[in-house]
């Protein structure tokens, strides 16, 4: 017979992290995630100095694995840039279109953080310059005429996208995504 070892306090609080704030926002307070956590108020500040610390933690965590995500739903589409971009669209909008989707994490974070010097921040911004790397290579591989700022535009419309999921779960946003990221591929190919 074998046990599980439980989760030490510091990765308790992470995943409490993880889970209140993509549901309650990075509002939530500090005595609901220790009460997820199960752990003492001390541990938290032991591990991350305070909530600013765990939540900038649990933020680069996040954005490893959803890092891994747009690789890993790029890579099953397969070589061609076109349908590698489209396919991270077209994803993304699965997750969007469902009625319990609370909304992206980076998104609402940077909205609800006021203070510009909070280490969350510098997280979102690194997670956002990835992803535009992504972008920017595959269309660099497609031979788009602007891959930067295709890559800029496509950014824009993920944010979008996933706002909208969020606020206006009965609109045509998914639809009009598709279209749109098709318009900001095609725009820059040349005949």
Known sequence: MTTSAKPGPRERLLLAAQELTYTQGVGVGVDALLKAAGVARRSL????????????????????????????????????PRVRLLAVVDRLGHIASDPDFPGCRYLATDLALSDPDHPAHEVT?????????????????????????????????????????????????????RELAEFIIDSGLGD
């Open 45 to 80: 500040y032991e591990h991350f100095g305070g909530k600013d610390g765990l939540i900038a933690e649990m933020l680069r965590r996040s954005t490893a694995e959803d890092e891994e995500r747009y690789r890993a739903t790029m890579a099953a589409a397969g070589e061609d």
């Open 125 to 177: 911004r690194a997670y956002r310059r990835t992803l535009h790397g992504l972008f920017a290579d595959e269309f660099v591989a497609l031979g788009h005429a602007r891959p930067g700022f295709a890559a800029d535009q496509l950014l824009i419309l993920v944010d979008g996208l996933l706002a909208a999921g969020a606020t206006r779960p009965d609109s045509q946003s998914v639809a009009a995504s």
